[in-house]
């Protein structure tokens, strides 16, 4: 029990035990083995007229314990027809108690004890059998004789659920069972892991399963035997228990119902089972609230369902005559489901990558992308073909939420977005093709249908047309700008590539669309103008860059000539520009701009009136500027033929067009400006569209605009001119008509929140460019526009009347009436900005919400909307509930807000404000490390009685409204926090949004798959709501998006269009009757206080305030629809054509699939495509890499040579986790091995180390040339790069060279014989092996078709070699042709003998014979010459990982833990064979000489020529000295296996203790590092440590605190355990003795400081002042406190994690303890994955009166805060967050350790440092000696100890 690494993955009972000899299992009665012919093996059956006389034991005395702890039991076994069977297992509860779980089929009913509990059992049958019929139809009689058609059944049982659920108590291990008569069992085990029988271990990888991912398929040895072609469930039964079916009785054990489609009621659960499922929080915190009750969480059991591996379909744009792909997302369940037109589709195979990681739909056509929600890496792709996608059975039988897709992108409100200078005319010019943010919108101008193109991640910034309008390229903004090609009458992107700059501002089409033109800043913030042929883009060619060019000269504009393709121009500020593309390169001259150069210029356009027939002499370019000059110019002379400029007037139209001079005044900017054949078409600054005759004689028709015109573009027709404004707008003026049509207005900023007027069809809108404007939900024209100088932050519609209301971020509250554009009211309440604003739906009220925390009540049945009531500090502070902070229920009777705190949700009586509950949050995950507040509200319809929370922990609470009992819980509902939710009138769906996507939801989470997300926002959506008919749903944000909601309605659910009959329920079954709530508590009127710590302070705003009524907008618009415009300026306001149909678009909708991301598909072929994921080899052998979620920190800055503060001094461990990482050469005395990513090179004589330091990442393997000069080490590759291999000189300690080679982690290295040759083999991910020179030349590589494990180079013959692996023996000859090498290799697979296996392990032995092991335990011996296998024999019953052999002695370590030395120099005689033989059949003897058992798998080995003693490292972090000769073993160096949690000096600095996350106390001495004892607790971490003050070594004790809430005191003389106290309930995580001595503080998980007595063991007091935070450090120092005005001889203080800081003076003996401060530093709200920097506060060795914090906050730092001052003397600012801290009590030297894997080094004096990159993962730990001239640092479980030297 002292390891349990051994059990993993599973225990063979059977084997375990030998129950064959019977000596540690026992038999009773009829029991007797005998060949099944169904399973084709030995099975034992159990016969006997009375069950309990016959039976088979497991272990035989029941004293003894088999001591299994796995979680689940599988039971292979068949009951006999006809007949009883009962099992009795044995299982201990981690409380010492034994229960007895039975099942049988004489069981009537379920019975419980505290000891014992009985399940009946319900005999399946054979398929479609007439038992089967009846048992389904009967409903009764279940329980009683097996059937006769009874067959083989594959049982599994949850232990640890089973004796959660029924009595209550935690799993700990399996100690016994009992089989009784009647059956037939094959074997039995147990494991972790949620295993299929249904599923082959080809299947299995395939699929992707694993068991990292807790699941994968059943061992071989304990499968039934499937032939070809036959499903396992036709032949056998599965049944698990706690059974996913719902068949009746539901306490029993039972066949799961294999097709959960069939039935109607498959998702319900049974009330009785949900009820005792419940898991109770039976401590409720009861000073963090006004009223808590006892909330109940219904958790389901967790199924691990493996994601379906299906091909991705591409992604583009979506029109209205095509129908795409959608892909299913499912967060509950954590699996995905793609359905998808196939004829539409690429195969891919997904590949790991972070959580980030976002798949997306693109068509055909397009390329592929590594697309995630923060990044976009997008690169030139050939089209690839169109496979067609079958769908799996697998995939058809998951149930999902239906229609799919269930939303449909209809209309998008906005235009913009990164520029507003792109809007293009159609060649037909009946389309506008414009951006909108990330989606590219194509809208018909006579009935505004849209449709889209969709693809981008990030909002586009440039478009362009060919000259027929048929391709479309597209770009977007980014530090790596994508542009995209389209088709634009199909809408399908034809590619994509990525051009190496950013700021991409400008694109053009050649009119040929051959060429394409792009204009953008490369690195150096230089232009860069690239020019790409595009000619065969749209058959299927790719992109190639023509010519590329970098110049300082600035560049606005760039055109191609239409009249030839070579030709181009450009303007900018300062010159205009004609450039060439000739021969690759690109040229360009400048137009001599004489007195005008230093115009800034804007646009250019030629007049394409000529044909390109003409010659260029008649070619004409026009330019425009912003000081208002237009210029003409001849383009073959290079010369100006005129300028122009445009000036105010006094009259307008006026002034002549002549060439003006420059002393008449500024002149008006013209930004944009196109020529058409008969007239110009200008666009300018004062918001003009101007139209001039080409001599520019005059004006002859013109249009103003609301803001600047940005762009100007003249259809190919000359009838129509494109205008585009920077405030958003988009129109066009028909010249013959006269008239103007308005497309599109848009927000010019990020839309804040919006309300829906269902009558009307309105739709009003708040944002952050201060304006509200209202909008027609049918035609998108923009209604009215209000214009306030105080910004608007929330809207609210009446529900009836055609009034609205709009809060303001002064506070102020405006209500106006819509049909008489009054102004009814306005309330100056509010002192914050306004967070929530609502109506009651029965329009009688309206509510209002600060960010001050006032809540205000006004009757709005009144005209004067008078106030009602306003209550203080009633909501939470702050802004980032905003807009939709309050929630009203559908019977207008309750409002729900996030408050007094973030961690509250209170209900509240609508008609008077009065507090009816409220709920803490905060505390209904106990195990979280990290408090959850809330964020969003939402009221569920009225029926339901539901009110939904949102939390920060990315989680939904289902909330009874009236009880307050937790009846629900969703977790991971978004990547990001859920920004706004809302739920459908019938209570059939949730709508969320969380960062860009919208998600919908079904409600009662009763499918396979309950969501479908959809993207298209560009940036965090703001608010998302049904539409009040429930057909629509509206998200805001960076626009305006309609969609159209698809949903069946209720009397349609049946139809035969849907696959599933789905049964809706208003409720979820689990809510149970809440007989045990408590009353609720009753507001008296008075305003609160002050509202409950912690809280951040709020953000600082910049408040505008308006005094005046009149004033409250300063405009008021009104749109007329039928505008005109005749020859004299009109305003162009109107937008004027009514809607036709709308559009039946589609949008893009993506899944997130956990661990993987695109392809990156960069010229890779059609067959690549289809590769399957690299699956983990099945054997430990195999170098998996610890996770971890830390990156290096590439800004740090290590210091010179010979100028460190600190040295490294020792590396206290070895890494277990490596394989063949250590290396020792007995005759020249050299013993290294690795412990992180260090290299230590230990002297055995003398204990001392040389560290050779230049790796980043977790060493792999180690290899040492036979003269022992050199040792070569192997690490991975860090964010994305290659694997480093490192060559030493051992003699000097430096890095002679290296070697970065092979994609992933390097699994083997190894010298040839002479050292002429070096061999490297990558990882499962690359199973290459790469042959070099001794100088590092690559030789020769070969990729294996299958993961490498082992190899090595044969002692005899220099050219031959071998490597093993999963495909069998690969035998490598090297062959030398004068300078050339090639390697031959000749591949064998494992003999049939020994079964399916993977190879594991070689060694040659003599000349002519190799060694291979098996993870089956097995040794194979091979002919070299022949490549036959021509022995095998079992050497082990587990996985044998190390094989050495010296003369004739072969070493074999395996997983089981035995180390065995055996004589094998019998096998020199063996003749070759026909085929393989066992040993027992050959006649040869191989001799087991000697065995040992070691404290882990093996998985280093080195060894002396003779074999009689050797060094052998273990997974336990041990490296062991064995003595053949004498048997015996030394421990050379020991280290944790688990994460450390604490190390600590004591305080004569004599030991050091160390504790870690196996439950693991150890005290190593000093100096030589040795370990002197260990106290190991079972089943529990341990999280920290400390020494008692005494000095002497008789009197010192260590004290330890563990996840139990328990402290255990030991002594270090006797070695013994002293006391064990139990003062906490949860997990301590930090424990201090008092300065004296006299006492023990700890502090808890759950913010509680207990005092503890050392002598009694009695709690004295405890401290709850930190309730609910955990605690993160406790310190103690003497310091007389009369200076600070308290009695008190010591301090103490506290840190806990919600940043609060406690100091408190004391004195023990008189039993005082006072609070001397408090401090609390703010933060803001912290929105990572993981959890936020610990809080960390220590007193300042030198001047105690000083404290030092760091933690999350505003800033990175590190604060010094004076006790006696109150206030911050000092701040020492930090690059990172600190994970860890400690002061040193000389030279004022401050060490902080950070999760970027960095050791900072800091005087805290003059704020001088340094950096230390020795660690592979992030520092968790780090301390300074008592005297300052040690530091230990701790990265998981490497332990640096530093010799401190100065800064």
Not at 433 to 462: E, L, W
């Amino acid at each position: 029990m002292a390891s349990k690494g051994w059990q993993h993955p599973y225990v063979n009972i059977f084997k375990h035990v030998r129950v064959e000899d019977w000596k540690k299992s026992a038999k009773e009665g009829d029991v007797s083995a005998y060949t099944d012919k169904t399973l084709k093996c030995s099975v034992f059956r159990i016969r006997g007229p009375v069950p309990a006389n016959s039976y088979i034991l497991v272990p035989k005395n029941s004293n003894q314990s088999l001591g299994l702890v796995g979680r689940y039991f599988y039971l292979l076994f068949r009951p006999t027809p006809g007949k009883y069977f009962v099992v009795h297992l044995d299982v201990a509860a981690e409380e010492g108690q034994v229960v007895r779980i039975s099942f049988s089929n004489m069981f009537k009913e379920f019975k419980s004890t505290a000891t014992w509990l009985q399940f009946p059992f319900l005999c399946g049958a054979a398929k479609d059998s007439v038992y089967e019929s009846t048992a389904k139809s009967a409903r009764h009689g279940l329980v009683g004789p097996a059937p006769t058609s009874v067959r083989w059944t594959c049982l599994m049982l949850d232990l640890q659920f089973t004796l959660s659920v029924y009595l209550n108590r935690c799993y700990s291990h399996l100690k016994s069972i009992k089989l009784c008569a009647n059956m037939a069992v094959k074997n039995m085990f147990t494991s972790d892991l949620l295993l299929d029988p249904g599923v082959s271990f080809s299947e299995a990888k395939l699929l992707g399963l694993a068991s990292s991912q807790g699941t994968g398929p059943i061992p071989r040895d304990m499968s039934f035997p499937v032939p070809k072609g036959v499903s396992w469930h036709d032949l056998y039964d599965y049944i698990k228990f706690p059974s996913e079916g719902t068949k009746l009785p539901f306490d029993s054990i039972q066949k799961d119902n294999p097709r959960p489609e069939a039935s109607c009621v498959s998702s319900q659960r049974s009330p009785i089972r949900e009820e005792s499922r419940c898991v109770s929080l039976s401590k409720p915190i009861q000073d963090r609230v006004s009223l808590i009750q006892q909330i109940t969480t219904s958790k389901s059991l967790s199924r691990n369902q493996t994601p379906v591996v299906t091909s991705i379909p591409e992604r583009g744009v979506v029109s209205t005559h095509q129908k795409v792909g959608w892909l299913c997302h499912n967060d509950d369940q954590q699996q995905e489901l793609a359905c998808f037109n196939p004829h539409q589709l690429t195969s891919r195979t997904p590949c790991d990558t972070d959580e980030s990681g976002v798949h997306v739909f693109v068509h055909p056509e397009d390329a592929f992308s590594k697309h995630g929600e923060e990044s976009e890496e997008e690169f030139v792709c050939s089209p690839a073909p169109h496979p067609v996608h079958l769908l799996s059975s697998k995939e058809t039988k998951q149930r999902k939420l239906l229609p799919d897709p269930i939303l449909r992108l209809n209309q998008i409100i906005g235009f913009g977005g990164a520029t507003t200078k792109y809007a293009l005319w159609t060649r037909s010019g009946d389309a506008v093709v414009y951006p909108c943010h990330a989606i590219i919108v194509s809208m018909k101008i006579s009935s505004n249908q849209q449709r889209f193109f969709i693809g981008h991640t990030d909002k586009v910034s440039a478009l362009a047309f060919n000259g027929n309008t048929t391709l479309l390229a597209s770009a977007q903004i980014g530090t790596h700008a994508v542009v995209r090609v389209w088709n634009y009458h199909k809408g399908n992107c034809l590619t994509m590539f990525r051009i190496h700059a950013h700021s991409l501002s400008s694109l053009c089409f050649s009119h040929s669309g051959g060429v394409l033109c792009g204009v953008g800043k490369d690195s150096h913030n230089k232009t860069m103008v690239v020019v790409w042929n595009t000619l065969n883009v749209s058959k299927g060619g790719e992109v190639t860059i023509l010519a590329k060019a970098h110049t300082d000269v600035d560049i606005h504009t760039m055109k191609v000539a239409f009249f030839d393709e070579t030709r181009l121009v450009s303007c900018g500020r300062g010159n205009i520009r004609l450039w060439r593309v000739r021969n690759g390169t690109l040229r360009s001259c400048p137009v001599n701009l004489g007195e005008y150069s230093s115009l800034d210029f804007t646009d250019v356009a030629f007049e394409e009136g000529n044909s390109s027939s003409e010659h260029l002499d008649d070619q004409t370019l026009f330019a425009s500027s912003r000081s208002g000059h237009i210029f003409e110019i001849d383009y073959s002379r290079v010369v100006i033929r005129n300028v122009r400029r445009l000036l105010p007037a006094q009259q307008q139209h006026a002034e002549r067009r002549d060439k003006q001079t420059f002393n008449t005044g500024p002149g008006i900017p013209i930004n944009s400006i196109s020529v058409s054949s008969s007239f110009c078409a200008t666009g300018s600054e004062d918001g003009f569209l101007r139209l001039w005759p080409l001599d520019f004689s005059a004006v002859f028709l013109e249009a103003e605009h609301e803001g600047p015109v940005s762009l100007v573009s003249v259809s190919s027709d000359s009838l129509k001119v494109l205008a585009a404004t920077s405030t958003g707008n988009l129109g066009f003026l028909d010249v013959s008509s006269r008239g103007y049509n308005t497309l599109m207005r848009s927000h010019t900023d990020t839309v804040l929140g919006f309300s829906v007027d269902g009558i009307r069809r309105h739709l009003t809108t708040a944002s952050s460019d201060g304006t509200v404007r209202i909008w027609n939900m049918d035609s998108l024209h923009q209604l009215y526009d209000f214009v306030s100088e105080d910004n608007p932050c929330s809207v609210a519609f009446h529900p009836s009347e055609q009034v609205f209301s709009c809060g303001f971020s002064s506070g102020i509250i405006r209500v106006f009436d819509i049909s008489s554009a009054k102004l009814l009211a306005e309330h100056k309440q509010h002192r914050g900005e306004v967070v929530g604003l609502a109506f009651s739906p029965d329009g009688e009220f309206m509510y209002s919400a600060d960010s001050q925390g006032s809540l205000a009540l006004y009757n709005s049945s009144e005209e004067d909307y008078s106030v009602i009531r306003v209550a203080h500090n009633m909501v939470t502070r702050g802004s980032e509930h905003a807009p939709d902070a309050l929630t009203v229920s559908s019977d207008s009777r309750c409002l729900a807000f996030v408050g007094p705190s973030e961690y509250i949700v209170t209900i509240a009586d609508a008609r008077t404000l009065d507090e009816l509950l409220h709920v803490d949050v905060s505390i209904l995950d106990v195990e979280s490390p990290r408090l959850d507040s809330a964020l969003k509200v939402c009221f569920a319809p009225a029926s339901t009685e539901h009110l939904l929370v949102a939390t920060s922990a990315n989680k939904i609470l289902w909330v009874g409204a009236k009880t307050g009992r937790l009846l629900r819980e969703m977790s991971k509902v978004h990547k990001h926090q859920c920004s706004s939710l809302a739920v459908s009138d019938d209570s059939r769906f949730l709508l969320t949004a969380g960062h860009n996507a919208v998600k919908v939801w079904d409600y009662n989470m009763q499918f396979d798959i309950n969501s479908q997300m959809f993207i298209g926002h560009s940036q965090p959506i703001c608010q998302v709501s049904f539409t009040p008919d429930q057909l629509g749903v509206v998200s805001v944000g960076d626009a305006i998006f309609l969609w159209d909601f698809l949903a069946h309605p209720v009397h349609s659910l049946t139809d035969n269009r849907s696959p599933l009959r789905v049964s809706y329920t208003s409720a979820p079954e689990s809510v149970q009757p809440d007989a045990e709530a408590s009353g609720v508590q009753m507001s008296t009127g008075m305003p609160r206080q002050t509202a409950p710590l912690p809280s951040s302070p709020p953000p600082q705003l910049n408040i505008s305030t308006t005094d005046q009524v009149d004033q409250a907008f300063g405009s008021l618009s009104l749109c007329d629809d039928t505008p005109t415009i005749p020859t004299v300026p009109v305003q162009a306001t109107g937008s004027g054509l009514s809607p036709g149909p709308r559009p039946s678009t589609s949008f893009l909708k993506v899944t997130e699939l956990v661990n993987t991301s695109p392809l990156n598909t960069s010229h890779i072929d059609s067959f690549e495509l289809k590769g399957k994921k690299p699956v983990r080899p099945d054997c430990y052998r195999h170098f998996i890499p610890r996770f971890k979620t830390s990156t290096v920190d590439l800004a740090a800055v290590t210091p010179k040579p010979g100028e460190e503060g600190i040295k490294l001094k020792a590396v206290i461990g070895y890494n277990g986790n490596g394989r063949n990482n250590m290396v020792w050469s007995p005759d020249q005395g050299l013993f290294a091995y690795s412990c992180g990513c260090v290299v230590v090179v230990e002297y055995l004589h003398t204990g001392s180390q040389r560290h050779l330091q230049g790796h980043s990442e977790e060493i792999s393997c180690l290899a040492v040339t036979n003269d022992a000069q050199t040792v070569a080490s192997a690490s991975g590759g860090s964010n994305g790069s290659k694997s480093l291999i490192c060559f030493w000189d051992i003699q000097n300690g430096t890095c002679r060279n290296t070697v970065s080679y092979h994609s992933g982690a390097v699994q083997s290295l190894a010298f040839s014989r002479d050292d002429r040759f070096f061999l490297s083999v990558g990882d499962f991910s690359d199973p290459e092996v790469a042959l070099w020179s001794s100088k590092l030349q690559l030789l020769s590589s070969v990729s294996a078709s299958g993961p490498i494990h082992d190899a090595a180079f044969s002692p005899s013959a220099a050219s031959q070699l071998a490597c093993v692996g999963s495909q069998g023996v690969y035998f490598c000859l090297i062959h030398t042709h004068g300078l050339d090498v090639d390697l031959k290799v000749q591949s064998v697979k494992a003999p049939v003998e020994v079964g399916d296996v993977e190879l594991t392990a070689l060694c040659y032995h003599m000349d002519s014979f190799l060694f291979t092991a098996t993870n089956r335990g097995h040794v194979c011996v091979w002919d070299v010459n022949t490549q036959r296998c021509i022995m095998t024999w079992e050497a082990d019953e587990g996985e044998i990982g190390v094989l050495l052999c010296r003369g004739n002695r072969l070493l074999t370590g395996s997983n089981s833990r035995w180390l065995r030395l055996w004589e094998v120099e019998a096998i020199q005689g063996m003749k070759p064979q026909e085929k393989v033989c066992n040993v027992e059949d050959s006649g040869t003897t191989v001799v087991l000489e000697q065995e040992i058992m070691l404290d882990g798998t093996t998985v280093s080995a080195a060894f002396d020529n003779t074999m009689d003693m050797g060094i052998v490292g273990t997974t336990a972090g041990t490296l062991w000295y064995i003595n053949w000769s004498d048997n015996s073993s030394i421990r050379l160096v020991s280290g944790h296996k688990t994460k450390v949690n604490d190390v600590v000096f004591s305080s004569d600095e004599s030991h050091f203790a160390t504790c870690s996350e196996d439950g693991s106390l150890r005290i190593w001495s000093v100096p030589n590092n040795e370990l002197v004892v260990q106290f190991q607790v079972l089943n529990q971490a341990c999280g920290c440590v400390c020494w008692s003050p005494s000095s002497s070594k008789d009197n010192a004790c260590v004290a330890a605190g563990y996840s139990d809430g328990t402290l255990r005191i030991f002594r270090l003389a006797s070695s013994e355990m002293e006391m064990k106290l139990h003062p906490h309930h949860v997990a301590v995580t930090a424990i201090q003795y008092s300065a004296k001595g006299h006492v023990i503080l700890s502090g808890s998980k759950n913010g509680l400081v207990a005092v503890s007595s050392p002598v009694n063991g009695t709690t004295i007091r405890v401290i709850r002042d930190h309730k609910g935070a955990p605690i993160t450090t406790i310190q103690c120092v003497n310091e007389e406190c009369k200076n600070y005005g308290l009695d008190g001889n010591e301090m103490w203080l506290a840190a806990s994690a919600d940043r609060r800081v406690s100091v408190w003076a004391v004195n023990w003996l008189k039993d005082k303890c006072d609070l001397l401060d408090w401090m609390t530093f703010p933060a803001p709200a912290y929105f990572g994955d993981d959890s936020p920097p610990p809080s960390l506060a220590a007193f300042y060795p030198a001047d105690p009166s000083l404290v030092a914090y760091t933690g999350y906050g505003i800033e990175k730092e590190l604060l010094f805060y004076s006790l006696t001052k109150k206030q911050l003397m000092k701040k020492i600012a930090l690059p990172d967050w600190a994970t860890c801290f400690s002061l040193s009590s000389k030279s004022q030297l401050v060490a902080v350790g950070s999760k970027e894997r960095v050791l900072k080094l800091i005087k805290s004096s003059s704020g001088r440092f340094q950096d230390f990159l020795q660690h592979s993962d992030s520092l968790q730990t780090c301390h300074f000696s008592p005297s300052g001239m040690l530091l230990f640092t701790v990265a998981y479980n490497e332990i640096l100890l530093w010799e401190v030297q100065g800064l």
